[in-house]
């Protein structure tokens, strides 16, 4: 007699913070791409999005749940910081901020000044997704849903500072002047 087991876990989540065109790109990706989708976004802008398995109004993200969680935050300057903040306080696997570099460093300056220590503020990853050279919200949303399945498996890590990492099949080190070396 043989016997198989196969185990039946919860669906990774992406959960997107906003209603931006990036936002709406992402959320039909990653449903696509097998993930469960959840939209925290107020009841107004809940319409932009055609299908998602959960609907938050605001940004009130549960602090704990059994699956593994990605959050993309693509609010386009209305809730950043709150979304942000919401994101942060949560046990998140990956988190993730759609904008400039420069936007994201006056987000976490505002933040670090809130009380959000430091080492959460290390988790948020910005600008968003894989260095494509993406311009539309469909080719943003690509590089942001690579990024996080990378993360999911293992083969890029949410914090990409200082040790090596595989991209496009060669090992790199990024410093934090965002100069890539090969390792």
């Known amino acids: 007699m043989d016997i198989f087991v196969e185990p039946v876990l919860p669906r990774p989540q992406v959960v ?3 209603s931006s065109p990036v ?10 791409s097998g993930f ?3 939209i925290c976004a107020l009841s107004a802008e809940q319409a932009a999005f055609a299908d998602a398995d959960r609907r938050i109004e ?3 993200l549960p602090v704990n749940e059994a699956a593994a ?13 709150a979304a942000l903040a919401a994101a942060l306080a949560a046990d998140i696997d990956y988190i ?7 936007k994201a460093g006056a987000l ?4 670090a000044e809130r009380g959000v220590a430091a080492e959460q503020l290390a988790k948020l990853k910005a600008p968003a997704g894989l260095d494509l050279g993406a311009i539309t919200p469909e080719e943003i949303a690509i590089s942001v849903v690579a990024e996080i399945v990378a993360v999911r498996r293992g083969k890029l890590r949410s914090d990409p500072w200082g040790e090596c990492q595989q991209v496009g099949g060669y090992n790199w080190r990024l410093v934090k002047s965002m100069q890539s070396e090969p390792c």
């Open 69 to 81: 969680r990605y959050v993309v935050v693509s609010t386009q300057g209305r809730g950043d910081e």
């Open 23 to 32: 936002a709406v790109a992402i959320a039909d990706l990653a449903r696509r």
């Open 58 to 60: 605001g940004f009130a």
């Open 36 to 38: 469960a989708v959840t």
């Open 108 to 111: 976490k300056a505002a933040l």
């Open 16 to 18: 997107i913070c906003g």
């Open 96 to 102: 993730a901020f759609v904008g400039s570099r420069k």
